[in-house]
């Protein structure tokens, strides 16, 4: 009974996942200034002591391309007690670094400032530009942004993109009568991805959707039948373990090409290991003569890789669908 109980439990979870990115495929769009944050879609930090919560979110959560040129940031400083904003005149100063994946992982500075607010609720609305440079230089932004006013939110133009890819914030929020509250959170940034490509001189368009970082080497091999793809990974088993990685990948097929193929069963493997068929579910339904194909490693998955593939891999995770 327990094992059924699960089982439901999971397919809910993933029919939920399926359900925003239906959405994020059909309605995604590179501008962000929409008021479309939710405590839910952001990232929260406790502070068990003082019983205060930051939630972070960036809109979009994932880009077509791989890049936007207008984005959002989200702030907003709870009281645990009340589920609510009860700060007043909170300050926040923001580091804002990126992970970039070379030979070796490094931070790369994005975005630094103080922001004052009125009511511990505060967002960054961005417009990025080469040209019309409120904000001087590239080196302005990662020396430090200051606004002075205390407002819900202000809206900039700079030269800066949002990439897709994962971020750290480093908050410190001042508040009134306490000393400064510190915390230490990770937002991915998604990427979506489409391809032509043809099978038996008919063209067919597949998409690939990752919650967590860019898709590269989109790429489909027709006497293999094969669909593969690669992403940056951080093999990082302290944040693995503390549940702060979510692998999520969606694939969107035509169900023509599916006839084409005559695929019956789905195989899929995550560098050169197949994984056990509990970690995707398919689902034919929710995009008309569409199929959609989601990927969700388990924590337990994912941190045995950060052990066994870290070097091997280097700072990547291949994927091949077998169709």
Not at 38 to 52: E, F, H, I, R, W
Not at 145 to 169: A, C, K, M, W
Not at 285 to 304: A, E, G, M, Q, W
Request: net charge neutral; aromatic share 12%.
């Amino acid at each position: 009974m327990q094992s059924v109980f699960h089982l439901v439990l999971f397919i809910t979870s993933i029919l939920l996942i399926c359900v925003i990115g239906i959405f994020l495929y059909l309605f995604q769009g590179n501008t962000a200034y929409a008021n479309g944050f939710s405590k839910s879609s952001m990232v929260c930090s406790g502070l068990g002591d003082y019983k205060a919560t930051l939630c972070i979110g960036i809109r979009p959560v994932v880009l077509k391309g791989g890049t936007a040129d207008n984005f959002s940031i989200r702030l907003e400083l709870y009281d645990d007690a009340s589920n609510r904003s009860v700060f007043p005149n909170a300050t926040f100063a923001i580091s804002v670094t990126k992970n970039e994946y070379d030979s070796i992982l490094r931070d790369t500075p994005f975005l630094s400032g103080i922001f004052n607010t009125r009511n511990g609720r505060f967002t960054i609305n961005i417009n990025n530009s080469e040209t019309e440079k409120i904000i001087s230089s590239r080196e302005t932004i990662l020396t430090g942004l200051n606004s002075s006013i205390r407002t819900d939110q202000v809206n900039l133009t700079l030269p800066l993109e949002l990439d897709s890819g994962q971020y750290r914030f480093q908050t410190a929020a001042y508040v009134n009568n306490s000393e400064p509250l510190y915390f230490d959170s990770d937002l991915q940034v998604g990427d979506i991805e489409s391809k032509d490509i043809v099978l038996n001189r008919t063209v067919n368009n597949i998409t690939i959707i990752s919650y967590y970082d860019k898709i590269t080497e989109l790429g489909f091999d027709p006497t293999k039948r094969t669909l593969s793809w690669r992403m940056p990974f951080e093999y990082n088993a302290s944040k693995i373990n503390m549940k702060k990685v979510n692998v999520h990948q969606e694939i969107i097929i035509p169900d023509s090409f599916l006839n084409l193929t005559q695929t019956g069963n789905f195989n899929m493997t995550m560098n050169n290991n197949y994984f056990e068929s509990s970690y995707f579910y398919v689902d034919p339904y929710s995009l008309r003569n569409k199929t959609i194909i989601h990927y969700v490693p388990n924590t337990n998955t994912l941190f045995d890789m950060s052990y066994n593939n870290s070097t091997i891999y280097n700072h990547l995770m291949k994927f091949v669908l077998f169709l």
